[in-house]
């Protein structure tokens, strides 16, 4: 079965870094897409970056487009989201997501993990 495992969050000051991690088991992820979203409280939740796992292509959120980044490692099958001049708006619950290529929906979801940004 898929599961997919988030770490990193925290509690952080405006203007610093966080890098979470997505570790992915149950799959061969290759024709996969992975995406990290994040939901804040009484908001829908939100696509922030996305990949497909063999591609070469990355979307980004307008609000977050050059600050984070979405990577990955093959040999340890995680994708990474590198957080860097965080703002207090960033502050919101981030879930790791994986869909098949052929499929319109998201359907593996990782346990989410918070990130805070005090001003």
């Known amino acids: 079965q898929v599961q997919l495992v988030e770490s990193g969050g925290g509690l952080v000051q405006a203007g610093s870094s966080l890098r979470l991690s997505c570790a992915a088991s149950?799959?061969?992820?290759?024709?996969?897409?992975m995406g990290w979203f994040r939901q804040a409280p009484g908001k829908e939740r939100e696509l922030v970056a996305a990949?497909?796992?063999?591609?070469?292509?990355?979307v980004y959120a307008d609000s977050v487009k050059d600050r984070f980044t979405i990577s990955k490692d093959n040999a340890k099958n995680t994708i990474y989201l590198q957080m860097n001049s965080l703002k207090p708006e960033d502050t919101a619950v981030y879930y790791c997501?994986?869909?098949?290529?052929?499929?319109?929906?998201?359907?593996?979801w990782g346990q989410g993990t918070q990130v805070t940004v005090s001003s």
């Open positions: 149950g799959r061969t992820f290759s024709m996969y897409d």
């Open positions: 997501g994986a869909r098949d290529g052929d499929q319109d929906t998201y359907k593996y």
């Open positions: 990949f497909r796992w063999s591609g070469i292509n990355t």
